[in-house]
């Protein structure tokens, strides 16, 4: 993925919450510079991968996979220093871009739909061999208990949303001919490093082509 579709994804991300009137942290506006000179203890927001994150799971076709994310607070597994046991994120998914499937050991989340279009989402139990089941998935939808046929797709409107857990299969994207969406999404501590298990190989953080300087620096590139 090239620096300038990083760039231009922010970019219109900023747009996008501004008309949604969602602010962010002042830290979510640093440039790189002002990351490699800045006089305050930030080890909590690098630790954390506090921050934006533009991915296309190694796909190289943001467009059709992928999604931009900004993490608002989180703790750090096995840390110590920081104990915080939950999470919050943002997510914004354009019309069609598919987050494929993937499920987490550890993290039970929420998905909310925050506005702007509808986002679907398509659930499967997976199998103690890590493949999909064909058992009902049981869900709580906005406090709800609904179960599913596996591989069914669920649809959430502006303001509802989805409790997943541990092990749960789930792909999203917005809904065709809605707009763009955007997503919440809050969880136990999150840590995309070691707790994502992707149904298909990917790549949880995208390869960059540095063709232009970045706007904004993602959660993976802050200076040690």
Same mark, same amino acid.
């Given at each position: 993925?090239?620096?300038?579709?990083?760039?231009?994804?922010?970019?219109?991300?900023?747009?996008?919450?501004?008309?949604?009137?969602?602010?962010?942290?002042?830290?979510?506006?640093?440039? #790189?510079?002002?990351?490699?000179?800045?006089?305050?203890?930030?080890?909590?927001?690098?630790?954390?991968?506090?921050?934006?994150?533009?991915?296309?799971?190694?796909?190289?076709?943001?467009?059709?996979?992928?999604?931009?994310?900004?993490?608002?607070?989180?703790?750090?597994?096995?840390?110590?220093?920081?104990?915080?046991?939950? #999470?919050?994120?943002?997510?914004?998914?354009?019309?069609?871009?598919?987050?494929?499937?993937?499920?987490?050991?550890?993290?039970?989340?929420?998905?909310?739909?925050?506005?702007?279009?509808?986002?679907?989402?398509?659930?499967?139990?997976?199998?103690?061999?890590?493949?999909?089941?064909?058992?009902?998935?049981?869900?709580?939808?906005?406090?709800?208990?609904?179960?599913?046929? #596996?591989?069914?797709?669920?649809?959430?409107?502006?303001?509802?949303?989805?409790?997943?857990?541990?092990?749960?299969?789930?792909?999203?994207?917005?809904?065709?001919?809605?707009?763009?969406?955007?997503?919440?999404?809050?969880?136990?501590?999150?840590?995309?490093?070691?707790?994502?298990?992707?149904?298909?190989?990917?790549?949880?953080?995208?390869?960059?082509?540095?063709?232009?300087?970045?706007?904004?620096?993602?959660?993976?590139?802050?200076?040690?």
């Amino acid at each position: 993925m090239k620096r300038s579709e990083i760039n231009n994804t922010i970019k219109f991300s900023l747009a996008f919450l501004k008309q949604l009137k969602f602010n962010l942290p002042p830290f979510a506006y640093w440039t #790189a510079e002002q990351w490699n000179s800045h006089p305050e203890n930030c080890e909590e927001i690098k630790d954390a991968m506090l921050g934006w994150d533009v991915t296309d799971f190694g796909y190289g076709d943001f467009r059709q996979y992928g999604f931009t994310s900004f993490t608002l607070r989180n703790g750090v597994l096995h840390d110590d220093r920081y104990k915080k046991p939950y #999470a919050e994120k943002i997510m914004i998914s354009s019309e069609d871009q598919i987050t494929p499937f993937h499920f987490h050991w550890h993290k039970m989340e929420d998905i909310i739909n925050r506005g702007g279009g509808n986002l679907l989402i398509q659930l499967y139990n997976s199998t103690p061999d890590e493949k999909f089941a064909d058992t009902p998935v049981v869900v709580s939808i906005d406090g709800i208990q609904k179960t599913f046929e #596996a591989g069914s797709i669920v649809r959430l409107k502006p303001g509802e949303s989805i409790s997943l857990t541990p092990r749960l299969y789930h792909k999203f994207w917005a809904e065709k001919g809605f707009g763009k969406t955007l997503l919440g999404e809050v969880s136990m501590t999150n840590d995309d490093n070691i707790d994502n298990r992707f149904y298909d190989e990917t790549s949880r953080f995208t390869n960059i082509i540095e063709d232009e300087a970045p706007l904004y620096l993602l959660c993976n590139e802050y200076p040690k």
